[in-house]
């Protein structure tokens, strides 16, 4: 059985996410220790709020830089919605700059959008080869709660490494809904909310990327 | 494709039972709030709301418990409204396994509370609960005819529905309930034009309840300016299954999921 962490480092409802691990057969621990984040078979950084507060939240348990070290051994990450916009370099809210992990270059931003936050269930562009997404019809929905996100995908192309795998989703104007970059993985939606959908990604994230 | 329409049944909770008459076979306990929330889980409900309507503090704790045991079983987002006095009262609610709570009474006593709770826990965690009637005759008028009510409708408060919805964005409230007072219960449909109105002067999602009776109550609801619909009775009672409301919502155009 899988060892997960899910980093509990003062960010909302996290009874969810343990939950919905255990549905999909993970053997799950909730805490901020640093020993056992960096052992676990896979690390689950949740979020909700606001970025700032986030990332001070993420710093305060040293976070980012257990991220930094389990993906320097390959040892995979999962990031949910603002667990996921961390990582990325930068932050905008409210004017607000605030530095991120920089796993990927890009800024989460304000959506252009008529009604925000973006909240509900919305499907999502998926590219072949998604491990996340294997074995789900393309109208699946998945649930969002969000006002900002990353608008545009700007990490260089390269020849020799394998690109990351980007799933969009829209809401106003397209966003990045999810990433897959080998031990690295992120969700802009809820898979611990996203009922059977989101049970199906998170199976497909233990079975296929912790192993 | 754009964002689904929500359709979120609503229970009232009162010392952890149901209060409203149940009309569901098949249930080993129909007034158990965890065993509904999965009846309308399976039946393809897209959000629950619980709203506690116990009176008593001891009650209060049986709620919190409630709602863990549903956390622990039911995998779609729950907002947990009712009671709710201070940023801790929410703190205890999200920790339990709520992922909105849905503030009334206690922000019409003190507007910062909406501010307080949105830095601390952020804006998509807070639903302003706006229970709004057309300002009764001898009442105080109010610039767009309809006032904030309190006491489940009873109570007036003088203070206008529209201009609090918009008042309540500001504050940092991440939703709009709006429940028509006027409209509840009646089964006659939803208050179309008072959604009409705050969704012109709101950009956030407005969630319409109170009236739905039928289900073509449902598409109008949403053209006139709903993200969401919530409805309690006709649920319960088994008038209208979440699956008939959807299909309702999908013939007229409608995006469900």
Known sequence: MSRIVVLDYGSGNLRSAERALQRVGADVTVTADRHAALEADGLVVPGVGAYAACMAGLRAVDGHRIIERRLAGGRPVLGICVGMQVLFELGVEWGERTEGCGQWPGTVEKLKADVLPHMGWNTLRVPTGSTLFAGLDADTRFYFVHSFGVRHWTLEESEVLRPPLVTWAHHGEDFVAAVENGALAATQFHPEKSGDAGAAVLRNWLRDVVG | ?257
């Open chain 2, 1 to 257: 494709m754009a964002v689904a329409v929500r359709v979120i049944p609503c229970l009232d909770v009162d010392a952890g039972r149901v209060v409203k008459g149940v009309n569901f076979t098949d249930l080993r306990d129909a007034g158990d709030p965890v065993e509904m929330a999965r009846v309308y889980d399976a039946e393809g409900a897209d959000e629950l709301t619980f709203l506690d309507v116990t009176a008593s503090s001891s009650g209060r704790d049986t709620m919190l418990d409630v709602v863990r045991r549903t956390a622990d079983q039911v995998f779609i987002p729950l907002t947990v409204g009712g009671g709710i006095r201070t940023t801790d009262d929410i703190d205890a609610l999200l920790r339990a396994g709520a992922d909105k709570t849905g503030i009334n009474t206690a922000a019409i006593a003190r507007p910062e509370l909406l501010a307080e709770a949105s830095r601390r826990f952020g804006s998509q965690c807070i639903v302003l609960s706006v229970d709004a009637r057309k300002v009764p005759e001898g009442g105080e008028p109010t610039p767009s005819g309809w006032e904030v009510t309190t006491h489940g409708g009873r109570r007036g408060t003088g203070i206008d529905a529209v201009e609090w919805a918009a008042r309540g964005q500001e504050l940092g409230a991440g939703e709009i309930l709006l429940n028509s007072m006027d409209a509840d219960g009646t089964q006659a449909g939803f208050d179309l034009e008072m959604i009409t109105a705050v969704r012109a002067v709101v950009d956030i999602p407005v969630i319409a309840s109170g009236g739905a009776g039928t289900v073509e109550h449902f598409p109008p609801a949403v053209r006139a300016g709903a993200d969401a619909v919530l409805a309690a009775s006709v649920f319960h009672f088994g008038l209208i299954r979440i699956g008939e409301v959807k299909a309702v919502l999908r013939d007229a155009r409608l995006e469900v999921r």
